[in-house]
């Protein structure tokens, strides 16, 4: 039996940038940070030796490959070469279309588990390249690249997509105090809405391809995306907070299915009570609002969010890993 997992993941900045119609135009660059919430992948070995046997919302017993409704284990299967015989089941800590990367981290914890059933090693470079090539290429999905990555690598990083297709990553060295800090001003809290990212992906492509004002916006993410890494470097949380306001302001405007009236009422009340500054998680339409607090401002926030649910979490730092092999 194998039990793999791969992190979600929040991102602060530079979201669309990540995706092909803008960083083949110009190099893209995202900052995000693994959470120590995760998606989970067990293999074992199925009875029948003649059956593929998946269990996730569904259950699925098929004789082929090509028979598997799921897109993403009936790709990953074949991608791998697997063999019936096998069983596989996925349990993740949040749900699907929340805005936290999910499908990308289960890709990249199926992968591992795959390569680990083979009894073969995947550096994290190679679960991510893969892991891209599954959802962007086979699969045709409308997303980027940088669920992936973070999934794969865990801790903070800042990535560049660069004009070429290469990807590079560079791990945030943060101090003691400051990954301290950082945890303690971020706050999670659900919206309660459920979305497809594909939806709003796809419409930001769209928008970057026909209007050069949306294309810039996303530009402008970058580099502030740039200046947020520095400011993390530094240690100023401060100003990193009200730099993710800057960005949430840039971002709204790249689509009008981003945010919402009832979002926007939502974040205006969160910084009225206290909050610095924030961001839907992910595409945007729905999931998670990631807030940047001081935790003096805290409860304040909180009484303000009551009718949400908030979620408490700390960063991951080992990525995608196997975490029982036997």
């Not at 070469?81 to 069983?87: A, L």
């Not at 690598?153 to 950082?182: D, K, M």
């Not at 981003?258 to 945007?284: E, F, P, Q, W």
Request: net charge neutral; proline share 4%; with cysteine.
């Amino acid at each position: 039996m194998i039990v793999s997992c791969a992190p979600f993941r929040v991102s602060f900045a530079g979201g669309g940038s990540d995706i092909a119609q803008f960083y083949q135009r110009r190099r893209g660059a995202v900052l995000s940070c693994a959470i120590a919430k995760y998606a989970f992948v067990v293999v074992h070995p199925f009875f029948n030796a003649s059956k593929y046997h998946l269990k996730y919302t569904r259950t699925e017993l098929v004789d082929h490959v090509d028979e598997v409704q799921h897109p993403i284990l009936r790709e990953a299967l074949r991608m791998m070469g697997i063999e019936p015989g096998i069983e596989v089941v996925s349990v993740a800590d949040i749900p699907s279309g929340t805005g936290l990367g999910s499908s990308s981290s289960f890709s990249v914890a199926l992968l591992n588990a795959l390569h680990a059933h083979r009894r073969a090693f995947a550096p994290k470079e190679t679960l991510a390249s893969e892991a891209c090539t599954l959802e962007i290429e086979k699969l045709g999905e409308p997303i980027g690249k940088q669920d992936q990555y973070a999934a794969a690598y865990g801790g903070v990083n800042f990535i560049e997509f660069e004009p070429h297709g290469g990807v590079t990553v560079q791990p945030l060295p943060l101090s003691t105090a400051t990954v301290a800090a950082l945890e303690s001003n971020l706050m999670l809290f659900f919206t309660g809405g459920q979305r497809d990212a594909r939806a709003v992906l796809s419409h930001q492509v769209n928008t970057m391809k026909t209007d050069e004002a949306a294309f810039g916006r996303i530009g402008q993410m970058v580099d502030l995306a740039y200046g947020m890494r520095d400011l993390l470097l530094a240690g100023d949380l401060d100003s990193f907070g009200e730099a993710l306001h800057r960005g949430w302001e840039l971002k709204r405007g790249v689509s009008n299915m981003i945010s919402s009236s009832s979002i926007d009422a939502l974040y205006d009340r969160a910084r009225a009570a206290g909050a610095i500054g924030g961001k839907l998680a992910g595409a945007g339409g729905g999931g998670f609002l990631l807030l940047y607090c001081p935790p003096h401002a805290q409860p304040k926030v909180r009484a303000a969010m009551a009718e949400l649910q908030s979620m408490e979490f700390r960063l991951d730092w080992g990525g995608a890993r196997i975490a029982f092999a036997q």
